[in-house]
């Protein structure tokens, strides 16, 4: 579970990323980018490998230092994010400074309390630490306050949008902010452990892993809320990909027999590079691209669709054209002029792309003798 949260942050941070250099002076994604790159880079300090080598580069206790040093920076970030959102330019610029000066503040007070303890006294975990050393219980104290501020802050305006917010956005925001909440309860809880330790009280073993369980799902909820809008999305452009990658190619035998016979109504469109190709946008643009096109065609045609409007086709290749999808509607049991007529008048091309789609893989059943191309097209 661990790796795949791993993978999903480095894969949210990338993305992020992405965007960001495409649009460098939005400070909503800057600070967003700016949280989730603090969240990925506080995990190192964390594991049991970079801890070690760290603090035998820096010194012993500086791996716990900068890993929690980060996670301030993270949901200061998180902070920047809702008030780069929120509030208009001139207020959200002059609350990040106050919010700045605050965790400039915590910061220097968790290294000053870290640099003058042992280089023994913050090695360990949370549970093993001893809390009656002053420095410890200042350095957990004043950094588990500020995350439970900051966290309960951002959950207060990340429920105001869930409420105001459609779905999927409001499912995800809903379990950010019962993420954020369910951390900020989990830190003053663990502020208090600190205290009743402090004064050589004992804390149950058992009760300190409930808490830090607690922790962890409300972490692992507040990355899915957030990640949640974002991966339907996806999932649902995926999806919407498959059905026009399909339907583009069931439209291939109508699209060739239309532009075989009628070549002007193809589009003057450079041609797509090979990420276009492969992308969503390059599909869908190609998909409507071969929708319009038939539709056009099918315009240009409908004069000749009927035995009578057939012998006055000025060309021998418009008629064999006409004469194939007569053939092909009269296969389906319909009517080709009226097929026409009711597909031309159609607005939507969501809407008539199932008649599309049925018409071509009627086309593709005529045999092949009835609809070949003849010689002069392909010398014009």
């Known amino acids: 579970m661990v790796i795949i949260f791993l993978l999903s942050l480095g894969a949210a941070v990338a993305w992020k990323a992405y965007q960001l250099s495409r649009g460098p002076y939005d400070r909503s994604l800057r600070a967003i980018t700016a949280c989730l790159l603090s969240a990925a880079a506080s995990y190192p300090f964390a594991m ?54 605050v965790v400039l503040a915590v910061a220097a007070t968790m290294t000053v309390a870290a640099k003058t303890v042992d280089h023994t ?4 975990s949370f549970s093993t630490l001893d809390m009656t050393i002053p420095q410890v219980a200042v350095f957990y ?32 925001l809903w379990m950010a ?10 830190s003053l809880t663990r502020m208090g452990f600190v205290a009743v330790r402090s004064q050589g009280g004992h804390v149950p073993m058992d009760l300190m892993n409930v808490v830090a369980r607690a922790l962890m799902v409300s972490i692992f909820l507040f990355f899915i809320g957030v990640t949640y809008p974002g991966v339907r999305t996806r999932v649902s452009a995926c999806r919407i990909w498959i059905v026009q990658r399909r339907a583009y190619r069931r439209l291939e035998p109508l699209w060739r027999l239309i532009t075989d016979a009628l070549p002007h109504v193809v589009l003057d469109i450079e041609a797509p590079t ?12 190609r998909y409507y691209r071969r929708v319009v096109e038939c539709r056009d065609g099918l315009v240009l045609l409908a004069p000749y669709l009927t035995p009578e409007g057939a012998a006055d086709a000025p060309d021998p290749v418009v008629k064999q054209a006409a004469a194939v999808l007569r053939e092909a509607v009269a296969a389906q049991g319909g ?22 789609c049925s018409l071509s893989d009627a086309v593709r059943k005529v045999p092949r003798m009835h609809w070949e191309v003849v ?6």
């Open 335 to 356: 009517d080709a002029g009226a097929l026409s007529l009711e597909i031309v008048r159609e607005r939507d091309r969501t809407a008539d792309r199932g008649q599309l």
């Open 121 to 124: 006294a913050l090695a360990g």
């Open 48 to 101: 049991p490998g970079g801890a070690s080598g760290f603090d035998g580069i820096a010194g012993h206790g500086m791996a716990k230092l900068m890993q929690n040093l980060l996670l301030l920076a993270t949901v200061y970030f998180l902070m920047l994010f809702y008030l780069y959102s929120a509030a208009d330019k001139a207020d959200g610029r002059q609350r990040a400074k106050r919010e700045a000066v």
């Open 375 to 380: 010689e002069h097209v392909g010398q014009r």
């Open 141 to 172: 104290l004043v950094g588990g306050l500020y995350l439970a501020y900051a966290l309960a802050v951002a959950g207060v305006w990340t429920r105001r949008y869930a409420r105001v917010s459609e779905r999927p956005h409001s499912t995800g």
């Open 274 to 285: 090979r990420s276009e190709r492969l992308g969503l946008r390059g599909v869908r643009r």
């Open 177 to 186: 902010a019962i993420g954020m909440f369910g951390m900020s309860v989990s």
